[in-house]
Structure formats: C-alpha cells, structure tokens
T-cell receptor, first 112, second 109 residues
C-alpha cells in the first residue's frame, strides 16, 4: 500500500498563475484534508471532505478550492497564486474516528 | 474561539525523560492527539486521549485532564532520533483536528 501520495513534490509559480495539487489515498478512508504549514504556525486546515462529493471549509480557505469526485482523490486548486500562498501543503486522510490522520509527503510551493 | 498552547522548544539529554505540555481552549472537545514530525517529513500519529488518564505506547505516554483542559506527552529513554517537532491537536468536531504550533525537541548526547 502506498498510503497517501501527493503530486507534485515541488513547484514554483509566478503570481497570478493557477495550479492543482493532487492527493490520492489507498486506505479507503472517508475523510480527507488539506493543510498548509508555515514556519512557527503549525498545521492549518484549508479544506476537508467527509466523503465522495462533499467538501467543507477549514480555518484558512480563502484563495483555494477543492474537489472530491472520487473517494480516493482530493484535489486542491489555486486559481490565482499569491506570494502569501508560499508554503508546504500536506494532504491527509483518516477514518471515521477523526483523531488519527495519515499524511502525505507534502508539496513545497513557492510563489514569486 | 479555540487555541492550543505548547512550548516552542525543549532540550533534553539522551536517555532522559521529557514532558511536553499542551493546554487548550475549545468550544467542543472530543479528544487530544499527538503527532511527531521530523525535519522535512510528514507528521505521523503518536497517540490519542479521549478520556482522562494516561495512555502508554512503548517509550511514549500521553496524559489528559479534561477538567484542566491540559495534556502532556511523555517521552522516556530519549534517543537521538526523537529530535523532532511534536504537535498536540484537539478533535473538536467529528471530522477535523485543530493543531498547536508545535514543540521542537532537541536531544543532545
């Protein structure tokens, strides 16, 4: 089992460009999450999904959109990238208990 | 609102015991989780407390006092590989976790 995978691992964008980050999990988890991690800020929840076809806003959703068309995939989109979105993005998945989440390796995004 | 407080840095000697505290304020509370993250790596789950008391998993133990809105992670027989960041996280709904800012643990020889 691969667990949680993320693509790409690194990306550099120019301000105003768009991109999509892909997360895939093979553990049949219902819940999936997107976090961003900035130095000294811990992990902040961007959006999450409690099942196929559902999405919900987290703590810092502005500037991001998500989609969960298939249970195993959770996509994070940046419509018009800004330097403030320079961060490391982690995807996670988890079961119905909610407290144990499995994280992907992360995507390091730089917006110039 | 909700907030979690944990020390930003802790230093301890190899072989020693270290305790990382976490206090929280939240509108709803289901339980307290702990995660470990090595530099450049992904967070990994360590333990979870839904009820008051101590949970032990090998060299790691986690404690919760719901009445005090307080918990801690105890690491025994410290090893160099335990140098990492440790995050407490409150489960305040059925779905999501709210993470603290993390404690950077440095284990010295």
């Amino acid at each position: 089992n691969a667990g949680v995978t993320q693509t790409p691992k690194f990306r550099v964008l120019k301000t105003g460009q768009s991109m999509t980050l892909l997360c895939a999990q093979d553990m049949n988890h219902e819940y999936m999450y997107w976090y961003r991690q900035d130095p000294g800020m811990g992990l902040r929840l961007i959006h999450y999904s409690v099942g196929e076809g559902t999405t919900a806003k987290g703590e810092v959703p502005d500037g991001y959109n998500v989609s969960r068309l298939k249970k195993q995939n959770f996509l994070l989109g940046l419509e018009s990238a800004a330097p403030s979105q320079t961060s490391v993005y982690f995807c996670a998945s988890g079961g119905l208990a909610g407290h144990e989440q499995y994280f992907g390796p992360g995507t390091r995004l730089t917006v110039t | 609102g909700q907030s979690l407080e944990q020390p930003s840095e802790v230093t301890a000697v190899e072989g020693a015991i270290v305790q990382i505290n976490c206090t929280y304020q939240t509108s709803g509370f289901y339980g307290l989780s702990w995660y470990q993250q090595h530099d450049g790596g992904a967070p990994t789950f360590l333990s979870y407390n839904a009820l008051d008391g101590l949970e032990e998993t090998g060299r790691f133990s986690s404690f919760l006092s719901r009445s005090d809105s307080y918990g801690y992670l105890l690491l025994q027989e410290l090893q160099m590989k335990d140098s990492a960041s440790y995050f407490c996280a409150v489960r305040n709904s059925g779905y999501a976790l709210n993470f603290g800012k993390g404690t950077s643990l440095l284990v010295t020889p």
